[in-house]
Nanobody
Framework: QVQLVESGGGLVQAGGSLRLSCAAS????????MGWYRQAPGNERELVAT???????NYADSVKGRFTISRDNGKNTVYLQMNSLKPEDTAVYYC??????????????WGRGTQVVVSS
């Protein structure tokens, strides 16, 4: 099994910054994609940003230029630096990690989520 532990959420004023972290552990042979998704009340879960092993990134249009995703392969950790936060960024943020476990099987793991609240 692969476990994900997220941290870094909280309450911040509009224009402020937060940094989310997600550490993966367990029977990991290789991690391919790492990413962040979010879900606001009444909305579907949506992609925020992803990063693949080679470092290529992909962002939702709504966060481009404000959020930066990065990863530390040695620590199996993905980060999301969120700057210039807006009230509409308020949501539960979920970490997602995909890869191959020690038995050669693909895995697709989700974190429990961390709440981000941006006040106006």
């Amino acid at each position: 099994q692969v476990q994900l532990v997220e941290s870094g959420g909280g309450l911040v004023q509009a224009g402020g910054s937060l940094r989310l972290s997600c550490a993966a552990s367990g029977s990991i042979f290789r991690i391919n994609n790492m990413g962040w998704y979010r879900q606001a009340p009444g909305n579907e879960r949506e992609l925020v940003a992803t990063i693949i092993g080679g470092g290529s990134t992909n962002y939702a249009d709504s966060v481009k230029g404000r959020f930066t995703i990065s990863r530390d392969n040695g620590k199996n950790t993905v980060y999301l630096q969120m700057n210039s936060l807006k009230p509409e960024d308020t949501a539960v943020y979920y970490c997602n990690v995909r890869g191959t476990n020690n038995w050669g099987r693909d895995f697709n793991s989700w974190g429990r989520g961390t709440q981000v609240v941006v006040s106006s």
